[in-house]
Nanobody, 114 residues
C-alpha cells in the first residue's frame, strides 16, 4: 500500500514563499509521475503542477513563473516551491502519485494573507 504525506503548508503573507513536500512510502517499485492539485470551497480541484518520472514539469498558467515543482527520487519525494504568492493561491493542496493507479495525499492547507 502506498501512502503520501504532505507537509509545509501554513500561513504566508502575499508576496512571500512557502515550500510544500510530499513523501511517498510503501510498496513502490518505481516512481511514476507526481504532482499537485489544489482545491478551494465551491470550486473544482485544479491541477497546479505535474512532473514526469523523468523530471519534466508542467504548470497551470496561473502559477507559471511563480511555482516550481521538483522531485528527489532517492527520497520518493516531490516538492512545490511557491514564490510570489497571492491570496488566490489560498487552497488545500493535494499531492498525487501515478504508479499503476493514482494515489492521493490528505492535503495541506495553504493560506495567503493580503
Amino acid at each position: 500500500q502506498v501512502q503520501l504525506v504532505e507537509s509545509g503548508g501554513g500561513l504566508v503573507q502575499a508576496g512571500g514563499s512557502l515550500r510544500l513536500s510530499c513523501a511517498a512510502s510503501g510498496s513502490i517499485a518505481s516512481l511514476g509521475a507526481m504532482g499537485w492539485y489544489r482545491q478551494t470551497p465551491g470550486k473544482q480541484r485544479e491541477l497546479v503542477a505535474h512532473i514526469t518520472g523523468g523530471g519534466n514539469p508542467t504548470y497551470a498558467d496561473s502559477v507559471k513563473g511563480r511555482f516550481t515543482i521538483s522531485r528527489d527520487n532517492a527520497k520518493n519525494t516531490v516538492y512545490l516551491q511557491m514564490n510570489i504568492t497571492k491570496p488566490e493561491d489560498t487552497a488545500v493542496y493535494y499531492c498525487y502519485l501515478n504508479v499503476e493507479r493514482t494515489y492521493w495525499g490528505k492535503g495541506t492547507l495553504v493560506t495567503v494573507s493580503s
